[in-house]
Each structure stands twice: as structure tokens, then as C-alpha cells.
């Protein structure tokens, strides 16, 4: 029979923080290297042919044997569905480029464009690592593919449909102080786009503690590979995820798919992890790349001008700066955080102190209050009244004064938290 021995996490992760640095430094961070990891492993499993017989193993035991693989080479074919239930951030962004995000005036190349299309939909990709130096990355078309490419200092992305690249040379010295603290200073890559199933797990399992419980609940096929399944959920009602599963390879600790569940049911949030995967060293070719002839290349400094700092899955994940969740950090003085772990909620002052109105004017038309109807669910508490902005994770709620209660967390959380602060 499939492994079912399990154990409440309840801080017992952190003596493992030393191991899950080590495990770290394998990571690329969520900058061109880690979007380049982006997809490694970012995949619904094939069907299986039975669940493997393995030897039983622990939460604590299967944790360790995360944090501390070394393993560094790989190749594959993933793929990565994602439902936040948002708008395709594909669509929008081409509805909003000068003549469409395939058109010769546009940035197609540009990883701060293009990266994010991960967040939402279903994704085919071929993805190749050798160390933290050396990924790549293709987003597949049915005629076309766009590539990212990380070698040493140099980043190059190409997109094969319009003919245009991208290209920045590192800071290393900010690059080694980056790779330490998760991430890279500076780079163009948004923030918090999806990286391996590797790097979501231990978002996760940072987090772990008194609110959240791990299990290990059978065994699994991914790829081929045999996998122990590492189940994480909130104990806390009132989250909107209601579990995260992780499956593990057996023989070398990584982790090959991740699922994340609403608490509400339905088709997940995440579904990520690997269809083929090859743990041999790829080809030294896979991350060379010189522009066809006639490319047009955009350099870094002149796209970086032009975007903002992005969010993604990362800021989903308990334990991320409940700051993000503010104007890109900004305006830290006039937020505060209610409640801990997976029901962490944000609260954040407006300036003005005013917010969207629940009802239209007595002198406006009718399509005014049926436009502020389709805003959002109308709600009503000791706080006064306000609007409650829903995805299949995230929620909002803006009262009329003009404050913002926001988190993974249902919209009867948030009404408890506003009038908790009133």
C-alpha cells in the first residue's frame, strides 16, 4: 500500500531552514533565470498506471529530502494550467498594445510582457537547466514559440513571431546578493511570475507553522517517475485555498508537480509539474543564442523605463510581504495586517478616504447603480457598507470610507475583519 504516515506541522519546519537555504541556492530567483525555471515542472502529471509501492516515509522526513536536493540538470517538456479566475493576462495585454502584441511597434519579446502570460491559462513549454547560471525556457505556439534564455551574465528572449529579441547583460555582484535572498534587484523579470514546482513548495512550506498541517497521503506516477504525494492545508477556516499538494520524486527529492485547490471545489488554481523530464546535463546549445538576421533588438535600459514591477502566484502564497499586496509596496504607513497564516487579511487606508459608493446618487440613471451592482457584491456590517471584489482566490473589500480589506480569504472573512476594525 501507498505511504500514508503524516504529521501536523506546527513550526516543526523551521529546523530545517538551514537545509532549504542550501536547497535555495539551486533556485533560480524569480528573475530571468528563475521565469527560465519558470516552467520547470509547471504541469498536470500524465495519467497513471497505478500508484508506485514505496517505503514509508514521514511529513518531516519528506521535507527534509526537499530541502536537500542538489539536483541541478534537467530537461522536459511542461506544461502549466492556472485559473485565479482573472481575465487572460495574455489578451489583455495584447487588446492594449499598438496594433496587437504580435505587431512589429510592440515589446513581444519582452519578458516583463510576455512571462506573465503564465498566471493565467494553459501553457505548453520545453524547459532545459544546467545549474544557477544556465536555463532556458519556450513557451510553445501551434506556429511559433517564444524563448528565454539565461547564460552566466547574459539574458537574450526571442520571439519567434514577430521577429523581435530582448536582451540585458546581469549585474553579478547583484545577482549573487539577489540569488541569497530569493530574488534579483533590478531585473526585468516581473515578480512572483510561477517558477518550478520546487520553488512554489517551499513558498509553501516556509509558511508552514502552528496554522498550517502536512501529510504525507500516498504515492504517485509524474512523468514516469515514482513520487510520495506531500499534502499542505490551512487549519484556519476562512482561507480560499483549501489545499496544496506536492508530489515528490522518490529517488532525488524534487518536486515534480504542484497542485493548488480552492476551498470552495472546483478545477484547480494551480496545476503544475513535469509530462517529460530528463535529469541528464542538456546540451551546452541550449543556452547559446545569437538574433536571426534582420531581428529587431530591444536592450533592457530602454524596456525598463517603460514597465513597473509585476505580481504573480508568489503573492498568493502565505508568508508573502503582506506589503505587496499594496500599491507595489508603497504606502506601508497606512497598512496593517490582521490575523496570521493562511487568513492573513491587509488592511489599507485609501488616500482621501473615499472609496467606490454602494449606491448611485437619487438624481443619477438607473445605469449607474446598475453599473456599480456589477462591480462586486454589495455588503453591509458594523463597518458601514462597501463592495467585495472576488477572484477564485484573492478577494477585496472596499468600504464606502474608503479602506481596503484584502487577502486569500472568503468574503465572509472579510466582512468579520472589517467590522473587527471598525
Not at 243 to 254: C, F, I, L
Not at 287 to 313: C, N, S, Y
Not at 318 to 346: R, V
Not at 365 to 383: H, I, N, S
Amino acid at each position: 500500500m501507498a505511504p500514508n504516515d503524516s504529521a501536523e506541522t506546527n513550526g516543526g519546519t523551521r529546523g530545517t531552514a538551514a537545509g532549504r537555504r542550501k536547497a535555495a541556492r539551486y533556485i533560480v530567483p524569480v528573475a530571468v533565470a528563475g521565469v527560465a525555471a519558470a516552467t520547470i515542472g509547471l504541469v498536470p502529471a500524465l495519467a497513471s498506471s497505478g500508484d508506485p509501492d514505496l517505503p514509508k516515509i514521514s511529513a518531516q522526513e519528506l521535507i527534509e529530502k526537499i530541502a536537500a536536493s542538489d539536483t541541478e540538470q534537467l530537461s522536459g517538456t511542461v506544461k502549466i494550467s492556472t485559473d485565479l479566475g482573472i481575465p487572460s493576462l495574455g489578451g489583455l495585454a495584447e487588446s492594449f498594445a499598438p496594433g496587437g502584441a504580435g505587431g512589429k511597434g510592440s515589446s513581444s519579446a519582452d519578458p516583463q510582457e510576455r512571462m506573465t502570460e503564465l498566471a493565467s491559462g494553459t501553457h505548453t513549454l520545453r524547459v532545459a537547466a544546467d545549474g544557477p547560471d544556465k536555463q532556458r525556457v519556450s513557451i510553445l505556439d501551434d506556429t511559433s514559440e517564444y524563448s528565454l534564455i539565461h547564460n552566466g551574465d547574459q539574458v537574450w528572449a526571442y520571439d519567434s513571431k514577430s521577429d523581435q529579441a530582448y536582451h540585458a547583460t546581469e549585474d553579478r555582484a547583484g545577482q549573487d546578493a539577489g540569488r541569497d535572498a530569493g530574488k534579483k534587484s533590478g531585473h526585468p523579470v516581473p515578480e512572483g511570475v510561477p517558477t518550478t514546482p520546487k520553488a512554489l513548495a517551499e513558498q509553501v512550506l516556509k509558511a508552514a507553522g502552528p496554522t498550517t498541517s502536512v501529510t504525507v497521503d500516498g504515492t504517485a506516477q509524474v512523468a514516469g517517475r515514482d513520487a510520495y504525494k506531500l499534502v499542505v492545508k490551512p487549519k484556519q477556516s476562512g482561507s480560499t485555498i483549501g489545499s496544496v499538494t506536492v508530489a515528490v520524486d522518490a529517488e532525488n527529492g524534487v518536486p515534480l508537480k504542484f497542485t493548488m485547490l480552492p476551498s470552495g471545489g472546483g478545477k484547480a488554481i494551480v496545476d503544475a509539474g513535469f509530462t517529460k523530464v530528463d535529469f541528464a546535463r542538456p546540451d551546452a546549445s541550449s543556452f547559446t543564442f545569437t538574433p536571426p538576421k534582420g531581428t529587431e533588438v530591444t536592450e533592457a535600459d530602454d524596456a525598463k523605463a517603460q514597465h513597473g514591477a509585476g505580481k504573480g502566484l508568489g503573492d498568493l502564497i502565505p508568508g508573502a510581504d503582506a506589503a505587496q499586496l499594496g500599491a507595489g509596496g508603497k504606502g506601508a504607513e497606512n497598512m496593517k495586517t490582521i490575523g496570521e497564516g493562511w487568513s492573513t487579511i491587509t488592511e489599507i487606508a485609501t488616500p482621501g478616504g473615499t472609496g467606490i459608493p454602494s449606491k448611485a446618487s437619487e438624481d443619477a440613471p438607473a445605469e449607474a447603480q446598475q453599473f456599480l451592482d456589477a462591480l462586486g457584491d454589495k455588503v453591509t456590517g458594523k463597518f458601514g457598507s462597501g463592495r467585495v471584489f472576488k477572484t477564485r482566490v484573492v478577494n477585496a473589500l472596499m468600504t464606502d470610507d474608503g479602506k481596503v480589506y484584502v487577502g486569500a480569504v472568503t468574503k465572509d472573512a472579510l466582512v468579520k475583519a472589517a467590522n473587527s476594525a471598525s
